[in-house]
Nanobody, 120 residues
């Protein structure tokens, strides 16, 4: 069974920084995309950032220039460095891992989420 464990959420003042981390464990062998999504109260879950196994990244326009995603393929981890945080970044952040299976099939795995609150 695959588990994704997130860490690093918390309360931060506007303009501050946080670093989220996610570690995949269990029987997961071929990881494609890794990424982060977030869901604010009353809103739908939205993409924040993704990174391929080769290191190519994609970030939502709302976080470009402020957030950076990285990954360690050997350790099966991904991190999200969040700088210049704004109140509108307040949300539960979810780690997402796409496992590549045989014949082109994929399986998505989700973490339980970690709360990020940006408030003075």
């Amino acid at each position: 069974q695959v588990q994704l464990v997130e860490s690093g959420g918390g309360l931060v003042q506007p303009g501050g920084s946080l670093r989220l981390s996610c570690a995949a464990s269990g029987k997961i062998f071929n990881i494609g995309y890794m990424g982060w999504y977030r869901q604010a109260p009353g809103k739908e879950r939205e993409l924040v950032a993704t990174i391929t196994s080769g290191g190519s990244t994609n970030l939502a326009d709302s976080v470009k220039g402020r957030f950076t995603i990285s990954r360690d393929n050997a350790k099966k981890t991904t991190s999200l460095q969040m700088n210049s945080l704004k109140p509108e970044d307040t949300a539960v952040y979810y780690c997402n891992v796409v496992e590549q299976l045989v014949l082109g099939a994929v399986k998505q795995h989700w973490g339980k989420g970690t709360l990020v609150t940006v408030s003075s």
